[in-house]
């Protein structure tokens, strides 16, 4: 839910830009492609911080960390491929996320495919 907050000002801020440039988005094309900005946008921040540091806001809040198999931070193609995986998963019902309570490691499938995890910092 802490993501949540940062992902909300994240879209206010990127619709307030998208609808400056281009006008109102309530209708069928322009909706879409706000849609689409929106989701860009919001890869380019999960993205962003897994590259980086390997935590988002929340992450660091809850001294959590995301690692590969090798416990460096991401790749940028496996940050990519983690954001792609992740966003089929919410669009299957959130299936690969209902993974982890399957999964004898509690990963999500991407993470799982990926053989990224989360780790305490604390």
Known sequence: MYELLVLFAL???CTWV???LFGDARHDSKRLLLQFFLWLMTGAYFVWCWVKSGQTLAAKTWKIKLVNAQNTTLSMSQALIRYALGS?????CGLGYVWIFVDK????LHDR???????CLA
């Open 88 to 92: 089929i998963s919410l669009l299957a």
């Open 105 to 108: 490691e509690g990963l999500f």
């Open 18 to 20: 998208f609808v400056r």
């Open 113 to 119: 495919l990926l053989k990224t995890r989360f780790i």
């Open 11 to 13: 879209w206010m801020l």
